[in-house]
């Protein structure tokens, strides 16, 4: 529940420059839909707002206090990666508790707002199932889920409903429309896909194509 | 700036000083354990009368001498005799396949007393303590590494290559000479660098098998320290091996390189079952012979524990625990104590190469350059014999204010040394194959990057460890080189007093020998086959 703002992110590797000179800003609780081609550089873009890869150039705004000097842990940006990056060795429920334990809330506590969380994401009683035995539409909901558990000022999704099936994609696409607007969250959804931008984003930005983003 | 990946945001770094706190434990040891002996027996070997003296003996030239040549018929002959298996293991499908390979590398891991002693029990009295003997054990010890090597790239050589060149009026035998095994020389060439290496330093299997006037470097060091006192011209016969060791590892490096062709290796030809008659009995001849040869060495150590001049008896295994040989009579050399002595420097040994490898791969897998330099300076110790490192702590350790000859921890640190390089390669994989993004995950969760590390990182460590700490413990129950030098009376180990038993005369102390060795073989085929199965599954 932050305004954020990206100015001037560039970032260079291998030879190629990945990001050139990228703007981006979204209003508190906006959800911005970021569209491009495939290498457009959309996941370097989220992963420069987490402070997981250093740009180039350019800064990443946090309700108008520059934060690219931190790192990823104290900028209260909550991250869905594409693959999901759920831990293999913790249970369903100790995933979607990380977050909250790192916040040092007590296990009783935590466990029962895990608990509370994996409701929300009709996951209902999956809590001691290993990650590894869920399919790809419980993982995908399980990442959701432990990245809002921590309540981020901003949500970055990567791709979240690439590579479901057809039914599930659809019935995902409102799920998750739906939590974002429940928790208020500001939120960045990187996807190719224009009907799945609509449905859940206030606006679409396209990458890669030039003076769009500007 | 010309990277393959972006640049990862340095505040999310691993601080400095975890990791150097990692390394400092690992590095110490390093430092303290290896280091300062190699450079004590530098320092013994340089002084020039030293020099001159050992390489004017004749003794020195007739060792380096035999040294030399039955590492090279040991060599040529393990080549020689695997071929055969390993063709039939890497191109056919037969019964009881994947146990004749498990056979040869469980075979391969025994410890090289047991090996002596297998040979000692199976040969008859007038060829043991013979050269042949020495020879025949070498070979039956390096078979897996033929079969495997050579096998491995056999079986990816595709077949219809053989038939092209039988097209072409290739005779059976000159498919073999001009086709299969020029594919095959790198493989064979590695494969003969490792056989010799290992029988150059052999050092147990002679220490048992061999008579007392057959030297190998390795054996005339332990002689010239431990025996004679000299302490002078073991480190400059040390050092002596260690030249030749570096001059085949180079040569072996240079030939693979210059012969390794871009070997067109499809994926895996499939094995066929044998089709013809006589291609059924070839199959079946050499797979029964190899199976026969890998297993007659064990069955001979087991049974000849029951054997008696008089008879069949259990009493080699029923008086293991009595060391009085006749009334009021007493030998030095205490089975039962042997046993209690191995299992107890095991679990030290095995406690400290677990801590320090998991430390060392941590911190390897943490840092850059500077982690690969404890990488290489950990691996030192298996570069280096057992035999040098053994006898470097030997003239290290005995003077104040570090003597520590008698401490009980000194054994299981030099076998720690020894089995700390297993551990960090079965840890260090599975460390550099987690995804950065899983740790990147865990700090967009709020967790700094101590923490992320900790929940993430470490907990990969405990599966790969648990076969470090088996392999570690194999190591340590089988060592025989470096404690040749470190134990003190009192404190043998099973090797050492297998060594003992079978230089003795007397049925019941041989029979009690080839007791020892039986149960120090189930040890290790048991933790190896533990090994085996946890790698299995992941």
Redesign the interface.
Known sequence: MSRLDVAGVTVVFDGTTVLDDVDISVADGEVVALLGPSGSGKSTLLRVIAGIIAPDAGTVSLDGVDVSALPTHRRGIGMVFQDNQLFPHRSTLDNVAFGLKMAGVGRRERDAAAADWLARVGLDGFGSRPVTELSGGEAKRVALARTLATRPAVVLLDEPLTGLDRELHDRLTVEVSDILRAAGATAILVTHDRDEAAAIADRTVTLGAPGTHR | ????????????RLPRRLVALLAVGPATALAVFFLWPFATLLAEAVDGRAVGDTLRRGTTWRVVWFTAWQAVVSTVATIAVGLAPAHVIARYRFRGRRLLVGLLTAVFVLPTVVMGAAFLALLPTSLDRTVWAVIAAHVVFNLAVVIRMVGAVWEHLPPDMEAAAATLGASRRRVVTEVSLPLLRPALTAAAAIVFLFTFTSFGVIRVLAAPGTRTIEVEVWRRATQLGDVGGAAVLSLLQLTVLVVVVGWSARTQRRHSRALDLRPEAPRRAARTRAERSTVAAIGSATALVATMPLVALAVRSFSTPTGWSSSAWTNLGRTEIRPGIRLGIDPVAALTNSVRTALWATLFAVVLGALASLAIAAAGRAGRLLDVGLMLPIGTSAVTIGFGMLIAFDTAPFDWRASWWLVPVGHALIAIPFVIRTTIGVLRSV?P??G??????????T??WW??VV??LWRPLAVGAALAAAISLGEFGATSFLSRSGGETIPIAIERLLGRTGSLLQAQGYALATILAAATIVLVTIVDRVQERT
């Open positions: 700036m010309d990277e393959r990946r972006p640049r990862l945001n340095p505040a999310n995804d993004m899983l990147a995950a865990a700090t967009t969760l709020g967790a700094n990057p923490r992320a929940e993430v907990p990969m």
